[in-house]
């Protein structure tokens, strides 16, 4: 395995939010410098806007104009966008948004090229970002179109629990077509493999949730339970997946039989992140299962109620950090063992 520092590269995101608070935060603590080296996609007027109001006199930036130029120990800052870009601070503006995708757009560059190792992206505004060249309803399906052929797959993730959607970003009344055999299968095989690849977990067991109340009561409320889920579950059970259910998503959570899975797929958004930000809201990390690059970001928004006044935890930005790291060498270690079948073997033995 590699001993090098990894090359961390961050997106600063929405310039009006919480984005540069939780960066600078984090890349306050020390720590950071012995695991990661840094590389900061945005801007350093608006870095420096944010660090006099946030108050803080003891964060310095190194400014580089391409990532190849990144000191080792320190926090380096590429500028992606206009200088006469103006903070307005809590407000959701198209120059925010602007300058959030161009950030994306030099960060994905330099991922794609390997000049960075991963990537971690601060909070966008949804809408404020939408133009010709950003049509995605978010980071997820940009990436996804952008380093991925295939498919991906939201995965939310805590030290409590991991948790897929299958309809992501869908409206609600958009979501019993999204909820497919095809798609339910789909989605398992991205999460069952980020499991062994990403998380070093070899025989995972994954809670499958219904999308009707009561998983449907036997068509009931409901067939999506008897004609696409159940259908799913069985024919990956075949092909050696261990995923169960389909459980109704109340008493799921209600009992805590979320903790004797090692992830949950859900079938919408708000079934999965509602309870998941329940339990985890500041530690929560956004993870891209299914790239062939690493993307985490902070599972929070822009908080643009809060941007500013230096009350924002940068807990679930700085995990977000750590995943992206730890999941760069789970990959390492999984090509490794991967090109040397008889380490897993021998290790079998000895445990």
């Given at each position: 395995m590699?001993?090098?520092?990894?090359?961390?590269?961050?997106?600063h995101?929405?310039i009006?939010?919480?984005?540069?608070?939780?960066?600078i935060?984090?890349?306050?603590?020390?720590?950071?410098?012995?695991i990661c080296?840094?590389?900061?996609?945005?801007?350093p007027?608006?870095a420096?806007?944010?660090?006099?109001?946030?108050?803080?006199?003891?964060f310095s930036?190194?400014?580089?104009?391409?990532?190849?130029?990144?000191?080792?120990?320190?926090?380096?800052?590429?500028?992606?966008?206009?200088e006469?870009?103006?903070?307005?601070?809590?407000?959701?503006t198209?120059?925010?948004?602007?300058?959030a995708?161009k950030?994306?757009?030099?960060?994905?560059?330099?991922?794609?090229k390997g000049?960075?190792?991963?990537?971690?992206?601060a909070?966008?505004?949804?809408k404020?970002?939408q133009?010709?060249?950003?049509?995605?309803?978010?980071?997820t399906?940009?990436?996804?179109?952008?380093l991925?052929s295939?498919?991906s797959?939201?995965?939310?993730?805590?030290?409590?629990?991991?948790?897929?959607?299958?309809?992501g970003?869908?409206?609600?009344?958009?979501?019993?077509?999204?909820?497919?055999?095809?798609?339910?299968i789909?989605?398992?095989?991205?999460?069952n493999?980020?499991?062994q690849?990403?998380?070093?977990?070899?025989?995972?067991?994954?809670?499958?949730?219904?999308?009707?109340?009561?998983?449907g009561?036997?068509?009931?409320i409901?067939?999506?339970?008897?004609?696409?889920?159940i259908?799913a579950?069985?024919?990956?059970?075949?092909?050696g997946?261990m995923a169960?259910?389909?459980?109704?998503?109340?008493?799921?959570?209600?009992?805590?039989?979320?903790m004797?899975?090692d992830?949950?797929?859900?079938?919408?958004?708000?079934?999965?992140?509602?309870?998941?930000?329940?339990?985890?809201?500041?530690?929560?990390?956004?993870?891209?299962?299914g790239l062939?690059?690493?993307?985490?970001?902070p599972?929070?928004g822009?908080?643009?109620?809060?941007a500013?006044?230096?009350?924002?935890s940068?807990?679930?930005?700085?995990?977000?950090?750590?995943?992206?790291?730890?999941?760069?060498?789970?990959?390492?270690?999984?090509?490794e063992?991967?090109?040397?079948?008889?380490?897993?073997?021998?290790?079998?033995k000895?445990?």
């Amino acid at each position: 395995m590699k001993n090098t520092k990894i090359r961390v590269g961050i997106t600063h995101g929405d310039i009006n939010g919480i984005g540069y608070e939780v960066i600078i935060k984090t890349l306050m603590d020390e720590r950071m410098y012995e695991i990661c080296t840094p590389i900061i996609y945005g801007s350093p007027k608006v870095a420096a806007y944010h660090r006099k109001a946030l108050n803080i006199e003891t964060f310095s930036l190194n400014n580089i104009k391409e990532a190849q130029e990144a000191h080792p120990n320190r926090t380096n800052i590429i500028n992606c966008v206009d200088e006469n870009i103006k903070v307005e601070l809590g407000k959701s503006t198209s120059s925010a948004g602007e300058s959030a995708f161009k950030a994306l757009e030099a960060a994905v560059a330099d991922l794609e090229k390997g000049l960075i190792d991963v990537l971690v992206t601060a909070p966008i505004n949804k809408k404020n970002i939408q133009s010709k060249d950003f049509v995605f309803p978010g980071h997820t399906e940009y990436l996804e179109s952008k380093l991925n052929s295939g498919k991906s797959l939201m995965l939310l993730i805590s030290d409590k629990l991991r948790v897929g959607v299958v309809a992501g970003h869908v409206p609600i009344s958009k979501v019993p077509e999204v909820v497919s055999k095809e798609n339910i299968i789909s989605k398992l095989n991205i999460l069952n493999s980020s499991l062994q690849k990403d998380f070093g977990i070899r025989k995972p067991r994954i809670a499958v949730l219904s999308l009707n109340p009561h998983a449907g009561d036997d068509g009931l409320i409901g067939t999506e339970e008897i004609d696409e889920i159940i259908p799913a579950l069985e024919e990956v059970r075949e092909k050696g997946i261990m995923a169960l259910g389909p459980y109704p998503a109340d008493g799921f959570f209600g009992s805590s039989d979320y903790m004797k899975f090692d992830a949950i797929l859900a079938m919408y958004h708000d079934q999965g992140l509602a309870p998941f930000k329940a339990l985890a809201f500041d530690s929560g990390v956004n993870f891209t299962a299914g790239l062939s690059k690493i993307r985490t970001s902070p599972a929070h928004g822009t908080a643009y109620s809060i941007a500013g006044t230096n009350v924002a935890s940068e807990k679930s930005f700085q995990q977000a950090l750590y995943m992206a790291i730890d999941v760069f060498r789970n990959r390492e270690n999984f090509e490794e063992i991967s090109k040397n079948p008889m380490q897993t073997s021998e290790a079998s033995k000895n445990s």
